[in-house]
């Protein structure tokens, strides 16, 4: 982690609404595309990213450190989360073919077509709520300036 400068280099009125008009957009984005998931296909949006990334995999199966990675998780976290998912029939853990020790999660024929159903609204949400409202350019100028977050975030963990 970088030192703290001995003075602040306190943001400016730009800065700060694009700060502030990130950290809230964000949050109201999630807890709407989470509400219209749960209200149509009574899923949540956690269940739903979950999901998602399971799908990814021909084998529909992901060791659960590299799960919580991608979702930007903890272990712990997601081991809770995925034994909700498990208790409704949506996953199921294994042990890792490859390596005997390590823990998988294993989209369940359940989830893969609860996932097929929700993942139409969940577009639309995405789509109706964000995506639309950009221009190309915007979307373009998103998709890099989150990436380069990404990667300086992914760095640090390192």
Known sequence: ??????????LSE??????????VSTLRLR????RELVEEHDVSLIDYEVMVCLSSRPDRRMRMTEL????GSTKSRLSHQVGRMEAAGYVR???DPED???VTAELTE???????????RHVAGVREHLIDLLTPEEQ???GTAFSRVLAHLAELDD
């Open 31 to 34: 807890q709407r595309l989470h």
């Open 93 to 95: 853990r294994g042990r």
């Open 68 to 71: 919580a990675s991608m979702l």
């Open 100 to 102: 005997k020790r390590g």
């Open 110 to 120: 359940q989830g893969a077509e609860l996932l097929v159903r929700a993942a139409p």
């Open 1 to 10: 982690m970088s030192e703290l400068p001995s003075e602040p280099r306190w």
């Open 14 to 23: 730009t800065e700060m609404l694009a700060w502030r008009s990130y950290i």
């Open 140 to 142: 373009v100028t998103l």
